[in-house]
């Protein structure tokens, strides 16, 4: 590929959407493939700004249309809406869909992790954040938590414990005894 190590695919303004990105990420490949006499596989990576909440969907998209480097920052962080939360990418590679991206003790410190970078940049972590914020695995009290004690896995896409978070189950005052 005219001598690249790489080819990153980059969403600098955050405006599109996973199925575009395969699509791109499809073509170029054909179009190396095509006229890249011996073809040797070029690497390829991803770049996704957050712009409309489609950072996390367009790397993953990436990821299934061949790229093997995704790009971004520990929470996101980053100008405007910030970019790919490499937070969020390890987690849904690994635990979802198959990628041995960390050790499984590396993984159980993502929760850490996103708290130390929040601490020291001085940006919180939201508590609504997937596998990391503080209410990601919390349930309300009631038959709901009822039913979580008894069986995780109908309320919990994964053990919190794997990226290093924990159950919690809130009781509102209406139902303390």
Not at 67 to 81: E, F, L
Not at 94 to 107: D, E, R, W
Request: aromatic letters at 6%.
């Amino acid at each position: 590929c005219a001598g690249a190590d790489w080819v990153v695919f980059c969403d600098t303004n955050g405006g599109s959407l996973p199925h575009e990105i395969k699509a791109i990420i499809n073509k170029t490949i054909i179009f190396l493939v095509r006229n890249t006499k011996p073809y040797d596989k070029v690497p390829c990576g991803i770049y996704a700004h957050n712009d409309c909440g489609l950072a996390l969907a367009n790397s993953l998209a990436a990821v299934e249309a061949g790229v093997s480097m995704v790009m971004g920052s520990i929470n996101g962080i980053g100008k405007r809406c910030g970019s790919a939360d490499l937070i969020q990418v390890i987690a849904n590679l690994q635990l979802k869909m198959g990628f041995q991206v960390l050790p499984i003790q590396n993984t159980m410190k993502l929760t850490n992790v996103a708290n130390s970078i929040s601490t020291f940049t001085t940006i919180p972590t939201h508590s609504l954040r997937p596998f990391v914020g503080d209410h990601a695995f919390t349930h309300k009290g009631g038959i709901h938590t009822n039913a979580e004690l008894s069986n995780p896995e109908c309320h919990e896409h994964i053990d919190p414990q794997i990226v290093g978070n924990c159950r919690k189950c809130w009781i509102p005052k209406r139902y303390a005894v």
